[in-house]
């Protein structure tokens, strides 16, 4: 739940809980005021009707009083001089003062009064009293009750522009790019955001240092190695041009491999450096991921043929908006490391599918596979399954997923790493937004 709702909704409890309260003891009080006001009300009734000049008759005055809302008796030397036709007929005796009792089948107040030898009896029903403390408290009460709707809207307003520098800081971090660490500029004069803003600023300097840090580094040593290396490889050829010893032309090889693993590490660091999403999503074309697939097997068919494995490549073409470069990279890294972890003689299909979520890139081996601890490292960079001690025998540098993840990230797909048929791994990425050719 947002913040506005959640303050909406707490201020909103709080009225009705007030309002409620408000009702309760309103109510109570009305009731006090307006038991008070009639109690003086049948005293006064009752003082003007001891003053009556009524005499004594054979048949007592019969009053019709349908209403029931004031019912009276009228007695001198115990006989019944006047009263309300309900009560006429029944000898009622009550002490002098005001009483609570059950009077003609309803609950009434009565008061009482004698004077000489005249006496008083005034009784109104209760539920009278009731009703007019509930018309004081519903009439007070109502207009608070039909303007809290128009006091939730208020709320709701004034809550949303008190919130809104904090809107405008979200939408604005949301549309950030990955490699935006420009301070934010605010002039704000919002105690409570100015700290928000200015820790933001100062997380953004941290970061950008440590990013461009990571960033140059790798590529600015790969670059440096390169010469070096390149010197190497030539000094080491002319040497094993000149060695006729074969204990030192084995040396040479040895140091040859050793140069040439060297320098596959600096050429995937240089690569890894390139991979950067705002760097390439520029320069997208339509390109085809059949086509591209074909160019990569061709160019490593060398080392398949080598362990005479056999490869097939499956399914129609499509065409995706992305870079032939890092498409290149991608297909090139999967596919060298299932020719690597494959056996000789081992099985090698490449699929091109179409399914719901998007059109998927897939390979499937016969090698060993991995486990699931295996699957959720094999992204971290400079990490190989079994490190040099894997059965194949292969060697590499461990970034070749890393980049794979790199360009994941660039054209916004997904990979998914399974158990194969065929008994080794399965590599699928999905990617969306394309187009079947």
Same mark, same amino acid.
């Given at each position: 739940?947002?913040?506005?709702?959640?303050?909406?909704?707490? &201020?909103?409890?709080?009225?009705?809980?007030?309002?409620?309260?408000? &009702?309760?003891?309103?109510?109570?009080?009305?009731?006090?005021?307006?038991?008070?006001? &009639?109690?003086?009300?049948?005293?006064?009734?009752?003082? =003007?009707?001891?003053?009556?000049? &009524?005499?004594?008759?054979? $048949?007592?005055?019969?009053?019709?009083?349908?209403?029931?809302?004031?019912?009276?008796?009228? /007695?001198?030397?115990?006989?019944?001089?006047?009263?309300?036709?309900?009560?006429?007929?029944?000898?009622?005796?009550?002490?002098?003062?005001?009483?609570?009792?059950?009077?003609?089948?309803?609950?009434?107040?009565?008061?009482?009064?004698?004077?000489?030898?005249?006496?008083?009896?005034?009784?109104?029903?209760?539920?009278?009293?009731?009703?007019?403390?509930?018309?004081?408290?519903?009439?007070?009460?109502?207009?608070?009750?039909?303007?809290?709707?128009?006091?939730?809207?208020?709320?709701?307003?004034?809550?949303?522009?008190?919130?809104?520098?904090?809107?405008?800081?979200?939408?604005?971090?949301?549309?950030?790019?990955?490699?935006?660490?420009?301070?934010?500029?605010?002039?704000?004069?919002?105690?409570?955001?100015?700290? =928000?803003?200015?820790?933001?600023?100062?997380?953004?300097?941290?970061?950008?240092? #440590?990013?461009?840090?990571?960033?140059?580094?790798?590529?600015?040593?790969? %670059?440096?190695?390169?010469?070096?290396?390149?010197?190497?490889?030539?000094?080491? %050829?002319?040497?094993?041009?000149?060695?006729?010893?074969?204990? $030192?032309?084995?040396?040479?090889?040895?140091?040859?491999?050793?140069?040439?693993?060297?320098?596959?590490?600096?050429?995937?660091?240089?690569?890894?450096?390139?991979?950067?999403?705002?760097? /390439?999503?520029?320069?997208?074309?339509?390109?085809?991921?059949?086509?591209?697939?074909?160019?990569?097997?061709?160019?490593?068919? $060398?080392?398949? $043929?080598?362990?005479?494995?056999?490869?097939?490549?499956?399914?129609?073409?499509?065409?995706?908006?992305?870079?032939?470069?890092?498409?290149?990279?991608?297909?090139?890294?999967?596919?060298?490391? #299932?020719?690597?972890?494959?056996?000789?003689?081992?099985?090698?299909?490449?699929?091109?599918?179409?399914?719901?979520?998007?059109?998927?890139?897939?390979?499937?081996?016969?090698?060993?596979?991995?486990?699931?601890?295996?699957?959720?490292?094999?992204?971290?960079?400079?990490?190989?399954?079994?490190?040099?001690?894997?059965?194949?025998?292969?060697?590499?540098?461990?970034?070749?997923?890393?980049?794979?993840?790199?360009?994941?990230?660039?054209?916004?797909?997904?990979? %998914?790493?399974?158990?194969?048929?065929?008994?080794?791994?399965?590599?699928?990425?999905?990617?969306?937004?394309?187009?079947?050719?």
């Amino acid at each position: 739940m947002s913040i506005r709702k959640r303050l909406t909704l707490i &201020l909103l409890s709080m009225m009705v809980l007030t309002c409620f309260l408000a &009702l309760v003891k309103g109510y109570q009080k009305s009731m006090h005021h307006g038991e008070s006001l &009639l109690d003086d009300e049948l005293k006064i009734v009752a003082g =003007v009707l001891i003053e009556q000049p &009524l005499a004594l008759s054979t $048949d007592a005055v019969q009053v019709s009083n349908n209403s029931a809302q004031l019912l009276y008796q009228i /007695w001198q030397n115990n006989n019944l001089l006047s009263g309300s036709s309900s009560l006429t007929n029944n000898q009622i005796s009550f002490s002098e003062g005001f009483q609570t009792a059950n009077v003609a089948g309803q609950r009434m107040r009565v008061f009482v009064m004698s004077k000489n030898t005249r006496k008083i009896i005034v009784a109104e029903p209760m539920a009278k009293r009731f009703e007019l403390a509930e018309a004081v408290i519903l009439s007070a009460m109502l207009p608070m009750l039909w303007a809290v709707p128009l006091l939730a809207i208020f709320i709701s307003f004034f809550v949303k522009y008190a919130l809104a520098p904090l809107t405008r800081l979200s939408k604005q971090l949301a549309s950030r790019q990955a490699n935006d660490f420009t301070p934010i500029n605010w002039q704000v004069t919002d105690e409570e955001i100015k700290p =928000v803003i200015n820790r933001l600023n100062d997380l953004f300097k941290r970061v950008e240092t #440590a990013y461009l840090r990571e960033r140059f580094f790798a590529s600015d040593a790969a %670059h440096e190695l390169r010469t070096p290396l390149s010197s190497l490889k030539i000094n080491v %050829h002319n040497l094993a041009n000149k060695q006729s010893n074969l204990q $030192d032309h084995q040396e040479l090889q040895a140091m040859s491999q050793g140069i040439n693993r060297l320098s596959n590490i600096v050429e995937q660091m240089l690569i890894l450096g390139r991979t950067q999403p705002e760097q /390439w999503q520029r320069q997208f074309s339509e390109q085809s991921l059949l086509t591209i697939t074909q160019q990569v097997v061709s160019e490593q068919y $060398d080392k398949i $043929d080598e362990k005479n494995q056999t490869i097939s490549l499956e399914g129609d073409d499509f065409i995706i908006n992305g870079d032939e470069f890092t498409l290149t990279t991608l297909i090139a890294n999967l596919l060298s490391n #299932a020719i690597k972890y494959t056996p000789k003689n081992g099985q090698i299909i490449i699929k091109l599918v179409s399914s719901n979520n998007g059109f998927s890139w897939q390979i499937d081996d016969s090698g060993a596979g991995m486990t699931e601890e295996q699957k959720e490292r094999i992204f971290n960079r400079f990490y190989r399954v079994g490190g040099d001690q894997h059965p194949s025998g292969e060697q590499g540098a461990g970034l070749g997923m890393a980049i794979v993840q790199h360009i994941i990230a660039i054209y916004g797909a997904t990979i %998914h790493l399974a158990n194969s048929s065929l008994g080794g791994l399965t590599v699928k990425v999905t990617f969306t937004g394309v187009k079947s050719d």
